[in-house]
């Protein structure tokens, strides 16, 4: 299974777990028409009064919309800890962090769900954590100590104790996976059964991603911030001046060859066997014999022999950096503790979010709003005439079996099996260090928990990621043909049922359109309704598609990100583009359908399409919408790593630029003329 997320990158702290619920849709029989809930007048001025606070008027939309929409936002938004980019729809993780904070004391809704004694642990862990002093961060604990010291040592605090015949990079890499920290292997488990692990590069750094030209000099951003990082830690063991500054520039010393030789890897044409025995037998406890073909192992072997002693230290740091809460004040640690809270603990909590917030009313509004965008997007498809029609028919047969997975996909016996996994983990009375390291590991085990028993369970197993309700994502699946609309997603800024339609298919509508564009861009494509990979497209179709992409990579390619200064890499980001574009269309095509079928309905007269306090109209702030889902703030090192993160999203100033400038219904709703900022040029990139 390949997952392709429209992605908001919720919670930082613990990685993706999992949920129940599922609302299976069929595009067969009339779709009931979409009807918002009675209005709440005070809620709808209050939000609307949070939009015009994101705004920069004082920037013409057609100039620049981004900043027309978002200008603002890195002024008002409110002061929450994150070491991550701040967003407008990653602020929903406060939400369901409250929302989490608020069930440690439903012990009557724990108890109906049978689910007390968990709640009890999580709650003994909460105070835990509320309880510890974690700012500054307490680097030099004796429980990280000896942790680090039992899966390779710490060179630069234990000197000439240390042994470099005993050391290995690969071993030390592997116990660090244990914890879920990222050392010099990358593995991540496939969304397929059995889940079985998959390598690739790592990626080096603490804060920043590095790469050689960001840190090519000592005073470079990404040079200063990780040399900082590593400096706070080494200064909790009291080291001398001279030895945290050897400690430090050997580190870099050893990036410097490492890049080098992962640039060698990406030329190499060879494939080199390493040996995978220890790390089976170190994170799986299976004693399996295997060899991974894969340069970058071998090629990096060679570098890790030459600097011991600074690999040793770089990968103890990296497993200090996972424990570090990242808070810049005393006051954050409560933010840090209500998400690491509930994402640890994510089976137990969104059982009881499930039960508590994801009412069936809301389901069936959901629902709804698929069908139209299925419609919009069968639409699409017919109205493509670079398509032939043997192409276009088994493209519209896909569309036709395409499953909607509305809340979280259900398996109640495995998502209970891991919600017991919590009663495992031991709460060490005053020593918050010792308990955050059996959490770690615990959470790790649970993350794994399908791949370790996929031989007691059934092959339809589903991933542990398509489970988790409470999260801010959606997916499309290729290999099921499926889409997932996530309930965590279901919170302002992206959704709301007191909205007007117009504001709701511009969010909600316009994220759900790109899942269902996932299925024919440049990947999903290659998959037919059944979820084969094969080629099912004629040539001169793909030709014309190939063509189409073209133009999106070549107009994402031309935003500069001045700040970092690069450019944004239109290959690597091209389906993620697609798919806002489409899916924006989409959107927008539903909407209209939708509107027309409520005007032709007495009894829906008289229904308000816009909010007060802007003045748009409903068309106007169904894209005011759509951007300010993206509405960002982002320091160098976000844009540094959302750059060199493989296949991502685009930077989210540059996305909202991108789809919009190429979507002729906005040009229009704005009467943007042919060379203003947002109409460089009167052609525009469409696919769909």
């Given at each position: 299974?390949i997952?392709c997320?429209?992605?908001?990158?919720s919670?930082?702290?613990w990685?993706?777990?999992t949920?129940?619920?599922l609302?299976?849709l069929?595009?067969?029989?009339?779709?009931?028409?979409?009807?918002?809930?009675?209005?709440d007048?005070?809620?709808?001025?209050?939000h609307?009064?949070?939009?015009?606070?994101?705004?920069n008027?004082?920037?013409?939309?057609?100039?620049?919309?981004?900043e027309?929409?978002?200008?603002?936002?890195?002024?008002?938004?409110p002061?929450?800890?994150?070491?991550?980019?701040?967003?407008?729809?990653?602020?929903?993780?406060?939400?369901?962090?409250?929302?989490?904070?608020?069930?440690?004391?439903?012990?009557?809704?724990?108890?109906?769900?049978?689910?007390s004694?968990?709640?009890?642990?999580a709650?003994?862990f909460?105070?835990?954590?509320?309880?510890?002093?974690?700012?500054?961060f307490?680097a030099?604990?004796?429980?990280?100590?000896?942790?680090?010291?039992?899966?390779?040592?710490f060179?630069?605090?234990?000197?000439?104790?240390?042994?470099?015949s005993?050391?290995?990079?690969?071993?030390?890499?592997?116990?660090?996976?244990?914890?879920?920290?990222?050392?010099?292997?990358?593995?991540?488990?496939?969304d397929a059964?059995?889940?079985?692990?998959?390598?690739?590069?790592?990626?080096?750094?603490f804060?920043?991603?590095?790469q050689?030209?960001?840190?090519?000099?000592?005073?470079s951003?990404?040079?200063?911030?990780?040399?900082?990082?590593m400096?706070?830690?080494?200064?909790?063991?009291?080291l001398?001046?001279?030895?945290?500054?050897?400690?430090?520039?050997?580190?870099?010393?050893?990036w410097?060859?490492?890049?080098?030789?992962?640039?060698k890897?990406?030329?190499?044409q060879?494939?080199?066997?390493?040996?995978?025995?220890?790390y089976y037998?170190?994170v799986?406890?299976?004693?399996s014999t295997?060899?991974?073909?894969?340069s970058y192992?071998?090629?990096i072997?060679?570098?890790?022999?030459?600097h011991?002693?600074?690999?040793?230290?770089?990968?103890?740091?990296?497993?200090?950096?996972?424990?570090?809460?990242?808070l810049?004040?005393?006051?954050y640690?409560?933010v840090y503790?209500?998400?690491?809270?509930?994402?640890?603990?994510?089976?137990l909590?969104?059982?009881?979010?499930?039960?508590?917030?994801?009412?069936?009313e809301?389901?069936?509004e959901?629902?709804?709003?698929v069908?139209?965008?299925?419609k919009?997007?069968?639409?699409?498809l017919?109205?493509?005439d670079?398509?032939?029609?043997?192409?276009?028919?088994?493209?519209?047969f896909k569309?036709?079996t395409?499953?909607s997975?509305?809340?979280?996909?259900?398996?109640?016996?495995?998502?209970?099996?891991?919600?017991r996994?919590?009663?495992?983990?031991e709460?060490?009375?005053?020593?918050y260090?010792?308990?955050v390291i059996?959490?770690?590991?615990l959470?790790?085990?649970?993350r794994?928990?399908?791949?370790?028993?996929?031989e007691?369970?059934?092959k339809?197993?589903?991933?542990?990621?398509?489970l988790?309700?409470?999260?801010?994502?959606?997916f499309?699946?290729?290999l099921?043909?499926?889409?997932?609309?996530?309930?965590?997603?279901?919170?302002?800024?992206?959704?709301?049922r007191?909205?007007?339609?117009?504001?709701?298919?511009?969010t909600?509508g316009a994220?759900?359109?790109?899942?269902?564009t996932h299925?024919?861009?440049t990947?999903?494509?290659?998959f037919?309704g059944?979820g084969?990979?094969?080629?099912?497209?004629?040539?001169?179709?793909?030709?014309?598609?190939?063509?189409?992409?073209?133009?999106?990579?070549?107009a994402?390619n031309k935003?500069?990100?001045?700040?970092?200064?690069?450019?944004?890499?239109?290959?690597?980001?091209?389906?993620?583009?697609?798919?806002?574009?489409?899916?924006?269309?989409?959107?927008?095509?539903?909407y209209?359908?939708h509107?027309?079928?409520?005007?032709?309905?007495?009894?829906?007269?008289?229904l308000s399409?816009?909010?007060?306090g802007?003045?748009?109209?409903?068309?106007?702030?169904?894209?005011l919408?759509?951007?300010?889902?993206?509405c960002?703030?982002?320091?160098?090192?976000?844009l540094?790593?959302?750059?060199?993160?493989?296949?991502?999203?685009?930077?989210?100033?540059?996305r909202?630029?991108?789809?919009?400038?190429?979507?002729?219904?906005?040009?229009?709703?704005?009467?943007?003329?042919?060379?203003?900022?947002m109409?460089?040029a009167?052609e525009?990139?469409?696919?769909?």
């Amino acid at each position: 299974m390949i997952l392709c997320s429209i992605s908001f990158r919720s919670a930082w702290l613990w990685g993706c777990l999992t949920s129940l619920a599922l609302l299976e849709l069929s595009t067969k029989g009339k779709a009931r028409t979409v009807t918002g809930s009675k209005k709440d007048t005070s809620y709808l001025q209050s939000h609307a009064d949070l939009m015009r606070s994101y705004m920069n008027f004082s920037v013409l939309p057609c100039d620049d919309f981004y900043e027309y929409a978002c200008g603002n936002y890195r002024i008002v938004k409110p002061d929450r800890y994150s070491p991550e980019e701040r967003s407008s729809a990653f602020d929903i993780t406060y939400t369901l962090d409250d929302i989490a904070e608020q069930f440690l004391g439903r012990s009557d809704l724990a108890e109906s769900l049978n689910v007390s004694s968990d709640l009890k642990i999580a709650q003994q862990f909460y105070n835990a954590c509320l309880g510890a002093d974690l700012y500054p961060f307490p680097a030099a604990d004796p429980n990280y100590l000896g942790l680090i010291r039992s899966i390779g040592g710490f060179p630069a605090v234990d000197g000439a104790a240390w042994d470099a015949s005993k050391f290995s990079w690969f071993n030390m890499s592997a116990h660090l996976i244990n914890y879920g920290a990222s050392g010099l292997i990358r593995d991540e488990l496939s969304d397929a059964y059995p889940f079985w692990p998959q390598f690739k590069q790592p990626q080096l750094g603490f804060d920043s991603i590095i790469q050689l030209d960001s840190i090519d000099s000592n005073s470079s951003h990404a040079y200063l911030l990780n040399g900082k990082r590593m400096r706070g830690y080494l200064e909790a063991f009291q080291l001398p001046e001279d030895r945290i500054a050897d400690v430090i520039d050997g580190v870099f010393a050893f990036w410097r060859e490492a890049l080098v030789a992962a640039d060698k890897e990406d030329d190499s044409q060879e494939c080199q066997a390493f040996n995978l025995t220890n790390y089976y037998d170190i994170v799986w406890q299976d004693n399996s014999t295997e060899e991974l073909c894969h340069s970058y192992y071998v090629e990096i072997d060679k570098v890790c022999a030459r600097h011991p002693e600074a690999v040793a230290n770089y990968l103890a740091m990296k497993l200090l950096y996972k424990f570090d809460p990242l808070l810049s004040a005393a006051k954050y640690q409560r933010v840090y503790c209500r998400t690491a809270l509930r994402t640890s603990m994510a089976f137990l909590f969104n059982k009881l979010y499930l039960a508590e917030y994801f009412t069936e009313e809301k389901k069936l509004e959901v629902s709804e709003i698929v069908q139209e965008l299925r419609k919009g997007l069968r639409s699409s498809l017919e109205k493509a005439d670079w398509l032939d029609p043997e192409t276009r028919e088994k493209a519209l047969f896909k569309e036709s079996t395409i499953r909607s997975v509305i809340g979280s996909a259900e398996d109640s016996l495995l998502t209970d099996r891991l919600i017991r996994e919590i009663n495992r983990l031991e709460v060490v009375d005053g020593n918050y260090a010792a308990t955050v390291i059996n959490l770690r590991r615990l959470s790790c085990d649970i993350r794994r928990f399908s791949a370790r028993h996929s031989e007691e369970l059934p092959k339809e197993t589903l991933p542990q990621m398509v489970l988790l309700a409470m999260q801010i994502q959606a997916f499309y699946d290729p290999l099921g043909n499926s889409i997932y609309v996530m309930a965590g997603i279901l919170q302002p800024p992206i959704y709301h049922r007191a909205w007007p339609l117009s504001l709701k298919f511009g969010t909600l509508g316009a994220a759900i359109g790109h899942e269902l564009t996932h299925g024919f861009d440049t990947s999903g494509s290659r998959f037919d309704g059944g979820g084969k990979y094969r080629s099912w497209w004629s040539e001169n179709s793909r030709r014309s598609f190939d063509k189409r992409a073209e133009c999106f990579v070549d107009a994402y390619n031309k935003y500069l990100v001045p700040e970092i200064d690069r450019h944004v890499d239109g290959d690597a980001s091209v389906d993620e583009n697609i798919a806002d574009s489409g899916g924006l269309s989409q959107a927008l095509e539903a909407y209209r359908s939708h509107m027309q079928q409520l005007l032709e309905d007495p009894k829906h007269d008289g229904l308000s399409e816009q909010l007060a306090g802007l003045d748009l109209l409903p068309e106007q702030l169904f894209f005011l919408g759509f951007a300010q889902m993206y509405c960002a703030d982002f320091e160098k090192e976000h844009l540094w790593n959302t750059i060199l993160k493989e296949k991502v999203h685009t930077i989210d100033k540059y996305r909202v630029l991108g789809t919009l400038s190429n979507n002729d219904d906005f040009l229009q709703a704005f009467n943007c003329p042919v060379g203003s900022g947002m109409r460089a040029a009167s052609e525009t990139c469409r696919m769909w």
